[in-house]
């Protein structure tokens, strides 16, 4: 495969763009930082592994560091692949040279950029079976289960990215000459539109899945704690209302609120990182006889990569910030009284009952 000129109207003029020292070392501090804070969340969760197996919550753990690593291998490789291209400044003008590194750049986008989404997909229908079906989920979900899916979410990512490999599709170097992907403007081959718009459409439904999910849990977790309980005594309503003061830090701190926590932050980054880049894709396939000038398509997709590229940066802090010790402190704050040591056995049983699905 060549890249062909007339796909990229940059790559014509004589005015190219140049690559300022500014972009190369922005590449390599996205790129460190990124790796740095992606092996500490997966150093967290390994401290953390012990509690995830003992409270039956393995298979989330396995989704998560899954969608770690996919962000350390993109941060990684996709850095190291643009650093090359900022340092090569000749690469973009070479327009015959064979593009098979473009080939391989491109393909790695679209899985690291795929990736991510799916497996936050995966996490998101997890936690809403967990918390809506827990005696279904404890049956059917198991660590196997979650290694299916994180392989048939890896596989069907790598299946889209290689297409191009097979000479389904094509991949050219994007401007400014930092980046390879599908085509994206002008008019395309019908396989250049298809996988351009399989690639927006199973970022977008990845994207309104979880957070159809995520907004189900978090709905289904505030009803296990609002809503009212039939008590059959007075003293087990007196045992409740003493016993709440003392849970509330705890209950809000448990370990479902935690991930929950956790994954509504994830979503809510995801979108507003993914968006602009997946819409504009989709919209541009949908109408590729768009009137706005070369100039302006460039910068938007430019800005909504960096945008997309961010994604990668903040989901491990998610983890790193609210993990359950942070949490404890932050719920434990709230709330100046001091749990009462010492409770009958009445009252224990009727708080076990009473936050089940905590």
């Not at 990229?8 to 990124?34: A, D, H, K």
């Not at 790695?108 to 918390?131: D, K, T, Y």
């Not at 994830?266 to 997946?278: A, Q």
């Not at 894709?281 to 960096?306: H, M, W």
Request: charge should be positive; proline fraction near 4%.
């Amino acid at each position: 495969m060549k890249i062909n000129s007339s796909e990229s109207p940059w790559l014509n003029s004589s005015t190219s763009p140049v690559i300022r020292p500014s972009g190369i070392g922005m590449s390599c501090f996205t790129m460190t930082f990124g790796a740095i804070s992606n092996l500490t969340a997966l150093g967290i969760l390994a401290k953390s592994r012990v509690r995830f197996r003992r409270q039956s919550k393995a298979p989330f753990l396995l989704l998560t560091v899954a969608l770690l690593l996919a962000d350390l291998g993109g941060h990684v490789i996709l850095g190291a692949f643009a650093i090359y291209l900022h340092m090569d400044q000749r690469y973009k003008m070479q327009v015959e040279k064979p593009t098979t590194f473009c080939q391989v750049f491109g393909a790695s986008m679209v899985f690291f950029g795929l990736c991510p989404l799916l497996l936050g997909c995966a996490m998101a229908i997890e936690r809403f079976v967990a918390i809506t079906q827990p005696f279904f989920h404890t049956a059917m979900i198991t660590v196997t289960h979650a290694r299916r899916v994180v392989l048939f979410l890896s596989s069907l990512a790598l299946m889209l990215a290689v297409l191009p490999l097979f000479a389904v599709g094509t991949y050219t170097i994007q401007f400014p000459g930092t980046w390879c992907f599908l085509p994206i403007y002008g008019p395309q081959s019908k396989a250049n539109t298809n996988l351009a718009l399989a690639f927006s459409c199973l970022g977008l439904i990845a994207l309104t899945l979880s957070l159809l999910c995520n907004i189900l849990s978090g709905l289904a977790l505030l009803q296990a704690r609002i809503r009212p309980h039939n008590a059959n005594t007075k003293s087990t309503a007196r045992c409740i209302r003493r016993l709440s003061s003392a849970s509330t830090s705890s209950l809000f701190c448990s370990l479902d609120v935690e991930m929950m926590a956790q994954l509504a932050v994830i979503t809510v980054v995801s979108c507003v990182c993914w968006s602009p880049f997946l819409i504009h894709i989709l919209v541009t396939q949908l109408n590729q006889s768009s009137r706005a000038s070369t100039q302006e398509q460039d910068g938007f997709i430019l800005l909504g990569l960096r945008m997309a590229s961010w994604n990668q940066i903040l989901d491990p802090w998610v983890y790193i910030l609210l993990r359950k010790a942070v949490l404890s402190r932050v719920c434990c704050a709230c709330y100046t009284q001091r749990p009462r040591e010492r409770t009958n056995s009445f009252c224990a049983d009727s708080h076990r009952q009473t936050f089940s699905l905590q």
